[in-house]
């Protein structure tokens, strides 16, 4: 059998990324969202880039914004979305560093052709 060491996930940069859902977690912080992507081409083909959020979205948070990329507009207060229409949909998402030297998905926008 061979292994290949991971480095703990994809370096900062924009990927090509198909959504594969939403699940809930519970962490150090209290309820959360965790959302993912699984990256499409280039080296890190197969990978899963992550944005863990609280769970509940406003026009300003990390939740909401993440909407917005899914959806492809800005949100509304009171919108109410159907995350599950976007799965499988592909995005351009931007990956960028954490400052424990990690990486998260910073920004998530349509594909082009989507």
């Known amino acids: 059998m061979k292994l290949v060491v991971s480095s703990g996930g994809v370096p900062a940069g924009s990927y090509l990324a198909r959504f594969v859902g939403v699940e809930s977690i519970d962490n150090d912080y209290g309820p959360g969202l965790s959302w993912q992507w699984e990256v499409l081409t280039g080296p890190h083909t197969g990978q899963m880039v992550r ?46 560093e954490t400052t424990n030297g990690g990486t998260r998905v910073e920004t998530v926008t349509t594909a082009p052709g989507e």
């Open 51 to 96: 944005r863990i959020t609280t769970v509940t979205p406003s026009v300003k948070n990390a939740c909401g914004k993440v909407l917005s990329g899914l959806v492809g507009k800005p949100v509304a207060a009171g919108e109410e979305l159907n995350v599950a229409e976007s799965v499988g949909n592909s995005y351009l998402v931007i990956v960028a």
